[in-house]
């Protein structure tokens, strides 16, 4: 499976701010991840827009998580491509017995499946571990 460029950056986004608590800006992110700042205006105009994001603007605006605990891969899928988890029903071939059953035996079962699965993969559950804090005496 082959994801677009906004699939990606917006993930990465998205973990990215996962990790902060305060406002965080574009330009901010972008060096942090090393990604151009004119491009992710439009992934953060996709995530605002599906209110995965909030923003406030002035000195120390930014953007951040609205509710990372109900946040879900396929939330941040759907904001960032809806065409990635769209479903249409095979109707190309002739034979119509053969489209129903290529849709009801593969492609309507797999894409359900799919949608279930990044349903259930939660953006809190799959940030990376951090390591238990060193004390030095």
């Known amino acids: 499976m082959i994801f677009n460029t906004k ?6 986004v998205v973990f990215t701010l996962a ?3 305060a406002y965080v800006s574009i330009q901010s992110i972008a060096s942090e991840l090393g ?3 004119t491009y992710l205006e439009q992934v953060f105009t996709l995530l605002k827009n ?3 994001v909030e923003s406030i603007k002035g000195p120390q605006g930014g953007y951040r ?3 990372l605990n109900d946040l ?3 939330t941040v899928f759907k904001a960032l491509d809806p065409d990635l988890i769209a479903y249409e029903e095979e109707s190309a071939f002739i034979d119509k017995h053969l489209s129903k059953h290529l849709n009801d035996a593969i492609y309507h079962p797999l894409h359900e499946t ?10 809190k559950d799959l940030l990376p571990k951090q390591d238990d ?4 005496i």
């Open 72 to 74: 879900d891969v396929y």
């Open 50 to 52: 599906n209110q995965i």
């Open 114 to 123: 799919m949608i279930i699965h990044l349903k259930q993969l939660q953006i």
């Open 35 to 37: 990604l151009s700042k």
């Open 19 to 21: 990790n902060k608590t």
């Open 65 to 67: 998580l609205l509710n």
């Open 133 to 136: 804090p060193m004390y030095f």
């Open 7 to 12: 699939v990606r950056y917006g993930l990465a």
